[in-house]
């Protein structure tokens, strides 16, 4: 996967004033450092995260490798939101590969 854009969200000013301050004494940009935190609590997670797609993925009776095909194919073409309301549809494998353009071979 190839590097991506994170767009911007809203930081409450309290938090904005914390994130300069310690971006500016670790010589790093606010942007920099956002993208630091964000990658290193993602590392630290990283098991946690597994242990809830696979659980997610059980949930709506989907094996984990179609099911985190499925959530990467809809970032960008749905909110998370309607992503889990399709899901809550049960449509099968099939319907889902078709939906999303996955195909046969991949996992």
């Not at 993602?42 to 985190?68: S, W």
Request: glycine letters at 4%.
């Amino acid at each position: 996967m190839e590097p991506t854009r994170l767009y911007t969200s809203e930081i409450p000013p309290f938090h904005m004033r914390l994130l300069l301050f310690w971006a500016f004494c670790d010589r790093k940009t606010k942007t920099t450092l956002a993208k630091d935190i964000l990658v290193a609590r993602a590392e630290v997670n990283a098991d946690l995260i597994d242990r809830k797609m696979a659980d997610t993925a059980a949930g709506y009776g989907l094996p984990l490798p179609l099911f985190q095909a499925v959530v990467l194919a809809a970032d960008g073409q749905m909110s998370v939101s309607q992503l889990h309301r399709l899901l809550s549809e049960g449509l099968s494998e099939d319907e889902l590969r078709d939906r999303f353009q996955i195909p046969v071979d991949a996992p």
